[in-house]
C-alpha cells in the first residue's frame, strides 16, 4: 500500500506524489471493476487465479414471505453475479 511506505516529512512535493499514487491506485481499481462488470453482463465468467471467480447465475422465481407480518409473497425470477473463493483465498482465510 502507497501509504504506508510513505513517511510524513512535510514536504508538498512528497504530499502530492502520495495522492497521485493513491488516486491512480484508485483509478486502476476502477477500471479492475469496470472490466469485471462489463464481462458479467455478457454473460462471461471472470477468473481471478488465486483468489476466485464471479460468474453470472440465474435464480429462479420463488415465493417467500414477509418477516413481520408471515405473508405470503412472489419474488420474481432474477440473474446475479456469484462468487467462488479460490484455493488460495480459502487457505489464507482458514489460517
Excluded: H, W, Y
Aim: aromatic share 4%.
Amino acid at each position: 500500500m502507497v501509504f504506508a511506505a510513505c513517511e510524513p516529512s512535510g514536504s508538498s512535493t512528497a504530499l502530492r506524489l502520495l495522492l497521485r499514487a493513491a488516486l491512480a491506485q484508485v483509478r486502476l481499481l476502477d477500471a479492475i471493476l469496470s472490466t469485471i462488470t462489463e464481462a458479467l453482463v455478457a454473460g462471461d465468467s471472470v477468473a481471478l487465479v488465486g483468489f476466485g471467480t464471479v460468474k453470472v447465475g440465474a435464480l429462479a422465481a420463488r415465493t417467500g414471505k414477509k418477516p413481520a407480518t408471515g405473508e405470503a409473497l412472489d419474488i420474481a425470477a432474477s440473474t446475479v453475479a456469484k462468487f467462488t473463493a479460490g484455493k488460495a483465498l480459502k487457505d489464507a482465510v482458514n489460517k
